[in-house]
């Protein structure tokens, strides 16, 4: 192999080695795209979540639901026992 053949088979190696270069930058560039939506998706997410649980509470501490809740319990309680009651009988 003479020197210019030589040159010219690095030059050629030099050559496919930019052009694959170039083509894993691309790829590069995608999968940064693709992480930085997902990361957006995950702070929203973290963000509804976070909502949702102080919403959550908010509705735990409420005492007159609480209160309600109960009533309808003891009223429903009341009903069953009154007719099982009246069935008997």
């Given at each position: ?22 083509r894993k930058d ?32 908010a509705i735990k ?7 309600k809740l109960q ?19």
């Amino acid at each position: 192999m003479s020197c210019v053949d030589h040159e010219c088979h690095v030059c050629q190696v030099k050559q496919q080695v930019h052009e694959e270069m170039e083509r894993k930058d691309g790829e590069l560039g995608e999968v940064r795209r693709q992480a930085s939506a997902i990361q957006a998706e995950n702070t929203d997410l973290k963000q509804r979540l976070d909502k949702a649980e102080k919403t959550g509470t908010a509705i735990k501490q409420l005492p007159i639901m609480g209160s309600k809740l109960q009533i309808t319990r003891l009223n429903k309680d009341t009903c069953n026992s009154k007719e099982s009651s009246v069935l008997e009988k």
